[in-house]
Each structure stands twice: as structure tokens, then as C-alpha cells.
């Protein structure tokens, strides 16, 4: 079956140590997402791309970095610049210019301070 | 720009009785508007979306949401929930451009006590 995969699902981070988290999709997708959810303030975009080798910051992008060498793949790493990284990070893809599809997303990463 | 109000944090309701998910959305273009779910540790999985047409939207699992442009509304219903409709859930508005920039609320916790 098609999806999003995301690992690891746990995750932890030292003080001052850079971290990447993965999103692999086999949905043939052209646009991949990054959002941060914290409870009680809903999804916040993080980063996001339409297309190989492009990307776009969103709302909250300080902190974080992003590659997308492939169409399948999306890594999201959070830098030592992030003061606050704690939190549950969703990926997403879709298909974007066809109005109105619906986002799929992986099952999250939950990162937490060491 | 567009932003979506979810008026409820939490909603207990007893099983078998009706619940509405309260969501108002503001926009200045035309929209699509959408319900995620949410289990815990999990992503979001697409509930139900308008479009255009019917302005009733129906899920398989006995959800339905009313577009109400007037109101600017997109309220969330089940005339009687079950134990297994515990989760989150998130409204969610679209533009039509092509990028389709995605704005979601803080979400609404739904209890079902039996």
C-alpha cells in the first residue's frame, strides 16, 4: 500500500546536537510538508516544497533545515538553533494544482530533550 | 490570508448521544475545507472535504459537516458517537492556488464517555 513513512518515532536530542528526521513517500507526490504540532496550537507549518530541489520556509522555519534530493524523500533536520525543538513533527504530501486534494500524512516523530 | 477557528478545546459527550464539532473559517478567495482525525501517536487521516457542490459532505463512518458560506461555517456532526470516535479532530481550509497553503485549527479533543 502507498504511503508516508516517517522514522525513527522517538527520537531525543542532546544539547546542542543537530537531528534528522525522515519522510518517505510512495505516493508519487510532488509536494511534501513539514509541521510541527504542540499540543493545544494545532499544526504549524514548518517547510515545504513542490518539487525536487526546491523548498519554500513556512510559518516557523527558523531553526529547522531541509533537503529534497528526490521526489520520494523529504528530511527535515532541526538545528542546535532550535531552543525549543520538544514537540511531534508531522509530513505530509499531496498533489499540488488540482484544487482541493487532501494532505497524507505519516504517523510522526516525537522528539524530545535529553 | 485565511485562518480557521475551532470554538471548542474539548467536548465530552456520552455514547450514543449526538455531538457538533464547532469550526468558522475566514478567507478572502474561494476555499476548500476539510476534517482530519487524529489518534494518539498518530497522523492525521482525512475525514471528510468540500469541494464545491452539495454543500452536505458525508463520511463513511456516519460524520457529516455543512458548508455554510453565509456563516462561514463548517461545523462537524454525528448523531450518535461510539467509544471508538475518541480522538482529535481538525478543520482545516485550502486555497485554490496552486501551492495550496493549508491552515488548520488548534483542533477539538473529543471524549466519548461510555
Known amino acids: 500500500d502507498g504511503g508516508i513513512t516517517q522514522s525513527p518515532k522517538y527520537l531525543f536530542r542532546k544539547e546542542g546536537q543537530n537531528v534528522t528526521l525522515s519522510c518517505e513517500q510512495n505516493l508519487n507526490h510532488d509536494a511534501m510538508y513539514w509541521y510541527r504540532q504542540d499540543p493545544g496550537q494545532g499544526l504549524r507549518l514548518i517547510y515545504y516544497s513542490q518539487i525536487v530541489n526546491d523548498f519554500q520556509k513556512g510559518d516557523i522555519a527558523e531553526g529547522y533545515s531541509v533537503s529534497r534530493e528526490k521526489k520520494e524523500s523529504f528530511p527535515l533536520t532541526v538545528t542546535s538553533a532550535q531552543k525549543n525543538p520538544t514537540a511531534f513533527y508531522l509530513c505530509a504530501s499531496t498533489t499540488p494544482g488540482q484544487g482541493g486534494q487532501p494532505q497524507h500524512f505519516g504517523d510522526g516523530t516525537r522528539l524530545s530533550i535529553l | ?114
Open chain 2, 1 to 114: 490570508a485565511q485562518s480557521v477557528t475551532q470554538l471548542d478545546s474539548q467536548v465530552p459527550v456520552f455514547e450514543e448521544a449526538p455531538v457538533e464539532l464547532r469550526c468558522n473559517y475566514s478567507s478572502s478567495v474561494s476555499v476548500y475545507l476539510f476534517w482530519y482525525v487524529q489518534y494518539p501517536n498518530q497522523g492525521l487521516q482525512l475525514l471528510l472535504k468540500y469541494l464545491s457542490g452539495s454543500t452536505l459532505v458525508e463520511s463513511i463512518n456516519g460524520f457529516e459537516a455543512e458548508f455554510n458560506k453565509s456563516q462561514t461555517s463548517f461545523h462537524l456532526r454525528k448523531p450518535s458517537v461510539h467509544i471508538s470516535d475518541t480522538a482529535e479532530y481538525f478543520c482545516a481550509v485550502s486555497d485554490s492556488g496552486g501551492y495550496q497553503k493549508v491552515t488548520f485549527g488548534i483542533g477539538t479533543k473529543l471524549q466519548v464517555i461510555p
